[in-house]
């Protein structure tokens, strides 16, 4: 049984809820997360949403995120679900869990051009104990057309102490 002095915050859901609504807050929120998970960061996604079950991350259409036919790369798509997905699980976690991506399965529908913005939202059960959660990521151009569709498989459980 872990003691309730032992068990880890949740720094993400402290961080967003101190800084989300403050002037800036969303800005320095997402570079924090870039600092936390520098190959996450390398996309330069802006967090614009998060709460329990649900976040809202784009990624602006830049040389750094295209290859070299022009549209967004598949790998950036990949990265920018999984760290929506991330952050609605990572959110969402009572003091003392965590969780690690086991698998991702994903769907590239169209060609990904200008700002992408990634929505996760999932109905969550309790997490108090150990489960694997299917987490689903849909991926949006400025159109609001879905251009990839991603899908973790996300194993969550107690920090051992």
Known sequence: MLRVDKLQKNVIRDLWDRAGGLPGGKTLFSRAIGLMAPY???????????AR??????????????QH???VHA???????????NLAVAYS???GMRFIVAGLSIEY????RGRITA????????????LEIQV?????????VEVARATLRTLIGPVKG
């Open 40 to 50: 996450s960061g390398s996309i330069g996604a802006r967090v614009e949403e998060l």
């Open 53 to 66: 079950g649900r976040s809202r991350v784009s990624m602006a259409d830049r040389r750094a995120v295209r």
């Open 69 to 71: 036919l022009g549209s």
């Open 75 to 85: 790998v950036a798509l990949v990265n920018l679900a999984e760290l929506c997905g």
């Open 93 to 95: 976690l009572p003091d």
């Open 109 to 112: 529908l169209k060609k990904a």
């Open 119 to 130: 929505t996760c939202e999932l109905d969550l059960p309790p997490l108090d104990a150990k």
């Open 136 to 144: 689903p990521v849909s991926m949006k151009d400025p159109k609001g």
